[in-house]
């Protein structure tokens, strides 16, 4: 059986997606198994030994309708058996219309559904703690495996040598691996999932106030300036445990630095995610229009913690979609001040 997978989107995405393999994998051992996936997002399902082999959307193929149709070409090229399109976007569509699979599997869309054989409602209430982004992607599976596991965890695949390399970065930039170690998502992917930077100070102050604990930031090149806006607005103390300077990078540098930190605290996000699957504590700040019972993949009140405005002021929610949430997302994280977060957060902090 040869099957396709099509996950383009975020890194958090791909990382979430990529259980199908293992899923698949373990009910067929000998099942030939690709991932289309946007170039971008390799490094964190680099080295998964589920996936056989990937093909990359690019930057340019993104661009130009003469190597998109190349690329739809090469997958006719494939016969796959079986396509499963998580998203259903528009070029996915034409991905699986090329594909000729005889089975092709999708999340049910009004106007996309004719595209496959076999489509499926979002459920709306979580089963387990894994979240709903593990389990409706999980029912995909169902036209074509019969023991299709309740749950099962992204997993991130370093090496020894990427773990030992990162080891010996910190070590050499004076970080005591000894003493706890605190990886910051301060920006999330967007304005409209980035908890405000003049908020943000006060839960890292909060963080070495509790622990005294040393401090990283998780933010690329081109990001300095808003990492550095949020150090100048710490206090002293504070500053003096935070280390700018030490920094992933790339994906795969900031994935092996993680593994020897305590917990990643911050922004929801493809970062979380990632924590998550390097089995590193986590604790999240939801951004006010994203759905929590989505992504709050295996919370539960110890290692893995989440706030959400919707949890502390409820009525803001009332007969509102998340659609209108995120319209008014600054304005309502205007409202998600850091005193109420702090008291869960000082909580959760005591374990370190």
């Known amino acids: 059986m040869k099957i396709l997978i099509i996950q383009q989107k975020m890194i958090g995405d791909v990382l979430t997606t990529s259980i199908l393999f293992e899923a698949i994998k373990t009910e067929y051992p000998n099942a030939t198994l690709h991932y289309v996936i ?46 499963l399109d998580v998203y259903s976007k528009l070029s996915s569509n034409l991905m699986v219309k090329f594909s000729k699979a005889n089975i092709k599997i999708s999340k049910k869309k009004w106007y996309t559904s004719h595209f496959y054989t076999h489509t499926f409602k979002d459920a709306k209430v979580a089963k387990t703690n894994a979240g709903l982004a593990i389990e409706n992607r999980l029912q995909l599976l169902k036209p074509l495996c019969e023991n299709i596991p309740k749950t099962i965890k ?32 301060v920006l999330g992917s967007g304005v409209n999932k980035t908890y405000p ?48 300077d030490v920094f992933g990078k790339n994906l795969r540098d900031f994935l092996a630095i993680t593994h020897h930190c305590n917990a990643l605290i911050g922004n929801e996000g493809g970062a979380v995610n990632m924590a998550k699957a390097l089995d590193v504590p986590t604790f999240t ?26 949890d502390v002021k409820p009525e803001l929610y009332t007969g509102k ?14 409202i998600f001040t850091p005193d109420l977060i702090t008291n869960k957060l000082k909580s959760y902090l005591r374990q370190f």
């Open 285 to 310: 700040i939801f951004s006010p229009w994203i759905l929590k019972e989505a992504w709050n993949m295996f919370e539960n009140g110890t290692t893995n913690v989440s706030v959400h405005l919707k």
């Open 197 to 244: 930077l003049p908020y943000m100070d006060k839960i890292i102050d909060e963080i070495v106030n509790v622990t005294k604990g040393q401090i990283l930031f998780n933010y690329i090149p081109n990001q300095i300036k808003e990492a550095e806006t949020v150090y100048s607005l710490c206090n002293q103390e504070s500053q003096n445990h935070i280390r700018l």
């Open 321 to 334: 979609s998340l659609k209108v949430a995120k319209q008014n997302s600054q304005a309502l994280y205007q």
């Open 38 to 83: 946007n170039s971008h997002t390799f490094p964190v399902v680099k080295n998964n030994p589920f996936i056989d082999k990937f093909l990359f959307v690019t930057p340019e193929i993104e661009k130009s309708k003469t190597k998109f149709i190349a690329f739809l070409k090469s997958i006719k090229d494939e016969n796959y058996d079986a396509v």
């Open 154 to 185: 992204p997993k991130v695949y370093l090496t020894s040598d990427e773990i030992e390399n990162s080891k010996q970065y910190l070590q050499d930039a004076k970080i005591d691996l000894t003493k706890p170690l605190f990886m910051i998502s």
